[in-house]
């Protein structure tokens, strides 16, 4: 209630008691919502962090992608160069056979002579 003079004044039918631990509920109010404030806070920089952690495994994923893109590609080209060469010996080994052919016959008409 309001006097006269506008300063508030307390109505004598509540006792001084009551209107103290009602001020004391308010205080505890006040200080849950302070804790509850401080767990959020805490709460949004802990979901910060996560986001953080979680963008810097996406860019691990992404590089290491791009390294095995890069072994594949290799493992590829080293595959084509082995079969270039296993065709080449193969090749080569025929071209053996037919070169000691040649010098066997060779050998046998010299001998005959």
């Given at each position: ?16 008691w009551?209107?103290s631990g009602?001020g ?8 849950i919502?302070?804790a ?22 996406s ?12 072994v ?22 025929k ?16 001998k005959?002579?």
């Open positions: 209630m309001r006097s006269s003079n506008g300063s508030t004044r307390i109505s004598p039918r509540y006792p001084s009551a209107i009602i004391g509920t308010i205080g505890s109010f006040s200080e919502a302070i509850i404030a401080a767990a959020v806070t805490e709460q949004s920089a802990a979901s910060q962090e996560i986001a953080r952690n979680v963008q810097e495994a860019a691990g994923v992404t590089e290491v992608n791009t390294h095995m893109t890069s594949s590609s290799a493992a590829e080209n080293t595959g084509g160069a082995a079969d270039k060469m296993l065709v080449s010996i193969r090749g080569m080994v071209q053996s056979d037919t070169l000691k052919q040649h010098v066997e016959n060779f050998l046998t008409r010299l005959a002579a």
